[in-house]
């Protein structure tokens, strides 16, 4: 019969298949690695390091996550430097071919870091930049939680969103914003790893981290599991002198541990002699043990341990958010460990071979995925196909489409701006079409009314886990914003850290291959504020999450607010960010044609996410019908809003919240120059894109929309660009067709003043359109 202990560890048959396995999975990381650094070197000579050390590391964690923790509904950010455990692991299950492996880091083979979009073992979460993939399981959780709540779709058993972290990962900031947040949302189900090797990339790192990390973790309410001696350690420390040596590990020094750890036994007994030869108790320990064993006994970390690793995971008894320690050696088993550079560090060809005999791996078994390991293959195969995360069904799923209408009516009023039409189209939408709204999940980070979400709040409410009422309206108190808190309400409200926008947009636009149903995110954000959160804007488009993120307000149109508020390149981040799509309306119509439009492109299997460029500044509405023409235009990047003549020299350009200067400009010059042409654009990012496309496709394949849109002007006209941000992002018109470009726009820190003298200021106003016009012609 299984004791209580042994049920929680494993039974000493598991435990004996775990470490098989756990075997198995370093040799193939560091094999994969050696391959293609010595069998298939790349042919730049650029060496692949930064991956053995740091994947010996987390071997045990991950073969006994993998193969002993895991569930189906589980998903895991695995740590950049890992990606050959993971790969392995999935090798071994049966979901990565030997092809991709031997290929690893080349092209078309396994990634060097885990991709969603790359790779094609199913990954759960791109990871990459440190911090970012653990900070996204928070998220992840609060998303699943969201859908569990709404009850979309059929009752799921709720997974753990679960990373694999290194240590080092908790000197990026964003770790720490997303740990108060997801305490704010009191998120469930989520499992931080910490691999605690104490290394990083260049060096070992300070020491008594650990205990800091523990009472930031156990402040905000998570459970904490150090793993810090494995059982041949802990066995030692009850014996005759364990306490002195417990002593002795406990404050050595890490780097003098480390250093240790890579020297090897016969150095731990010349030091252990020389501390504590005269404690009772620790010389026979020492004559017990030979070197190998002795090194092996010094480096029993809880993190390299199959029997503490197991019990840890297996012991976690409900949804609370757990955090383990785990202590570890980075190159624990290879020549590598512990040595303080060897981040990059590759076996070479001679400790291979050395390395190879004892994983006993013969010539040629190389990718085997049972060779050399005690138990027979047909037993583990057994094994592994009972593993329950290995039995799961399609872990990506496929959501159905939700139905977007082929028009949206836009929102009245003679004069209005883009960031008002905004907040009305979403009102609007949540009263006319409540079947897409209800999908719709909106997000901010503290700048929720001042972005114009305001009356969409007051229709659809505040998400929170547990029901809160509003105690101002409860109290009668008045206000304009209904602050209720449910699990239906469909607004996340975020404290001000951009990073978590970012990643919450990134969490709720993979909902639909993560949990199966799909919602339509949208959040917003001052303009200048998206470079806060860069990073996590561009790892949400590469792994190919679908939101929509609304930048406003925007530019110098902002007036009074100043310089830190004006955004400047921004447009120039649409333009050049894979995976989105940008816009930059000028009218509500517009706007709400590109609403539709993005509602279809974030469901589209070849679609992406969108990012709309918004301003506070009221401008008056064109009186006209949108029609399907208009509508195509608008989508495709531009249309002429008074068509140029044949004869005419020049097309004044102009983006967002300039158009009514570009239309005083233009009619001051139509005086003189009646033929000349004033063209709106609505997308540089998509016209940009269709050229580019077009420039790569067939001599004889259809023009771009831009060139198109050029092909009204003769080849003599010159252009004047204009918008509230960079010049130089419309200035490439130039290349389109043989027309000669003066962009405008702003290339300098902005400030406070009213919008006539901001324009001026900044050459923008229809004065510096008609100058420029001028120096066309005259140039011309
Ligand atoms: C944002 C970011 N900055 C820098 C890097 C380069 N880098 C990759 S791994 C690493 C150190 C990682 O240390 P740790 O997380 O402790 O993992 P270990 O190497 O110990 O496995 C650094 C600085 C990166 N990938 N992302
Ligand atoms: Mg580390």
């Known amino acids: 019969m299984l004791t209580q202990e042994n049920s929680l560890q494993g039974t000493p048959e598991q435990i004996r298949y775990l470490k098989d396995l756990e075997r198995k999975v370093l040799w193939l990381s560091v094999w994969m690695i050696h391959h293609a650094n010595h069998l298939r070197p790349a042919r730049d000579g650029l060496k692949v390091g930064g991956h053995q050390a740091s994947s010996a590391s987390v071997a045990t964690l991950m073969t006994a996550l993998y193969f002993?923790?895991?569930?189906?509904?589980?998903?895991?950010?695995?740590?950049?430097?890992?990606?050959?455990?993971?790969h392995a692991i999935q090798y071994l299950l049966g979901n990565q071919s030997e092809d991709q492996l031997a290929r690893f880091r080349g092209f078309g083979g396994a990634q060097s870091y885990p991709s969603r979009t790359k790779d094609a073992d199913d990954v759960d979460f791109s990871t990459g930049s440190v911090g970012l993939g653990v900070a996204m399981t928070s998220f992840a959780s609060l998303v699943q939680d969201y859908i569990r709540l709404k009850n979309f779709g059929p009752e799921r058993e709720p997974g753990r969103m679960i990373a694999v972290a290194g240590d080092a990962e908790f000197d990026e900031g964003n770790l720490f914003e997303a740990l108060v947040e997801g305490w704010k949302h009191d998120v469930r189900n989520v499992w931080w790893i910490i691999d605690y090797n104490r290394q990083s990339l260049d060096a070992v790192m300070v020491g008594r981290f650990s205990d800091r990390l523990e009472r930031f973790f156990r402040n905000l309410d998570w459970r904490v599991e150090v793993l810090k001696y494995g059982h041949l350690l802990t066995a030692a420390f009850q014996r005759p002198g364990g306490d002195a040596l417990q002593h002795w590990i406990d404050t050595a020094d890490n780097s003098r541990y480390s250093a240790l750890a890579y020297r090897g036994g016969a150095?731990?007994?010349?030091?252990?002699?020389?501390?504590?030869?005269?404690?009772?108790?620790i010389r026979p320990l020492l004559d017990e043990h030979d070197?190998?064993?002795?090194?092996?006994?010094?480096?029993?970390?809880?993190?390299?341990?199959?029997?503490?690793?197991?019990?840890?995971?297996?012991a976690v008894p409900d949804d609370q958010p757990t955090c383990f320690i785990a202590y570890t050696i980075k190159g624990y088993g290879l020549p590598l460990a512990g040595h303080k550079d060897n981040h990059a560090g590759i076996l070479t060809p001679d400790q291979m071979t050395a390395f190879k005999k004892q994983m006993q791996v013969s010539d040629g078994e190389e990718w085997d995925q049972f060779s050399g390991l005690e138990t027979p293959a047909e037993e583990l195969r057994m094994f592994l196909d009972a593993v329950p995360f290995g039995r799961s069904e399609a872990r990506r799923h496929r959501a159905p489409r939700i139905d977007v209408p082929s028009r949206f009516e836009p929102p009245s009023?003679?004069?209005?701006?883009?960031?008002?039409?905004?907040?009305?189209f979403l009102s609007d939408l949540a009263r006319r079409h409540p079947d897409l709204a209800d999908r719709v999940v909106t997000s901010s980070p503290d700048v929720t009314v001042s972005t114009g979400l305001g009356s969409w709040l007051n229709r659809r409410a505040i998400f929170s886990?547990?029901?809160?009422?509003?105690?101002?309206?409860?109290?009668?108190?008045?206000?304009?914003?209904?602050?209720?808190?449910?699990?239906?309400?469909?607004?996340?409200?975020?404290?001000?850290?951009?990073?978590?926008?970012?990643?919450l947009l990134a969490a709720l636009g993979l909902s639909a291959p993560l949990f199966g149903e799909r919602l339509l995110p949208i959040g917003t954000v001052y303009d200048p504020f998206i470079s806060r959160g860069l990073d996590a804007f561009n790892y949400a488009c590469y792994q190919d999450a679908r939101f929509i993120v609304v930048g406003t307000p925007s530019g110098i149109s902002l007036a009074a607010e100043g310089g830190a508020h004006q955004s400047v390149y921004e447009p120039l981040i649409g333009l050049a960010q894979p995976g989105l799509t940008s816009f930059e309306p000028a009218y509500a119509d517009e706007l709400c044609e590109m609403m539709r439009w993005s509602f279809e492109h974030l469901q589209a299997d070849d679609g992406g996410a969108v990012y709309l460029r918004l301003s506070t500044r009221p401008i008056a509405q064109p009186s006209r019908e949108f029609t399907g023409a208009l509508?195509?235009?608008?989508?495709?990047?531009?249309?002429?809003?008074?068509?140029?003549?044949?004869?005419?020299?020049?097309?004044?350009?102009?983006?967002?919240?300039?158009?009514?200067?570009?239309?005083?400009?233009?009619?001051?010059?139509?005086?003189?120059?009646?033929?000349?042409g004033l063209l709106v654009i609505t997308s540089v990012d998509r016209l940009y894109r269709g050229w580019t496309d077009s420039c790569r496709g067939p001599l004889d394949g259809p023009p771009s929309h831009v060139s198109r849109l050029l092909e009204a002007l003769p080849a003599t006209a010159g252009l004047v660009t204009a918008i509230d941000g960079h010049p130089s992002t419309l200035s490439w018109l130039a290349s389109v067709r043989p027309h000669r470009v003066v962009p405008l726009g702003v290339d300098r820190f902005g400030q406070s003043g009213d919008l006539?003298?901001?324009?001026?200021?900044?050459?923008?106003?229809?004065?510096?359109?008609?100058?420029?016009?001028?120096?066309?012609?005259?140039?011309g």
């Open 291 to 314: 070197d190998e064993a002795l090194g092996r006994l010094m480096t029993n970390l809880g993190g390299h341990d199959m029997e503490t690793v197991c019990e840890a995971f297996r």
């Open 465 to 503: 886990r547990h029901d809160q009422g509003d105690h101002f309206k409860d109290e009668r108190i008045l206000s304009a914003l209904n602050w209720k808190m449910s699990t239906q309400g469909q607004h996340i409200e975020l404290g001000i850290a951009e990073n978590n926008l970012f990643l």
């Open 631 to 676: 509508a195509r235009d608008v989508t495709e990047g531009g249309y002429w809003l008074v068509s140029p003549g044949n004869q005419t020299t020049l097309g004044i350009v102009a983006s967002g919240a300039v158009l009514p200067e570009a239309i005083e400009a233009h009619r001051q010059i139509t005086e003189d120059e009646p033929d000349a």
């Open 68 to 86: 002993d923790a895991l569930r189906p509904t589980d998903r895991v950010a695995v740590k950049p430097h890992a990606s050959p455990v993971f």
């Open 267 to 281: 150095a731990w007994r010349k030091e252990l002699i020389s501390d504590l030869g005269d404690t009772q108790g």
């Open 413 to 424: 009023g003679d004069k209005l701006s883009t960031q008002e039409a905004f907040g009305r």
């Open 756 to 779: 006539p003298d901001l324009y001026r200021e900044y050459g923008l106003d229809a004065k510096a359109m008609v100058a420029a016009a001028a120096r066309l012609l005259v140039d």
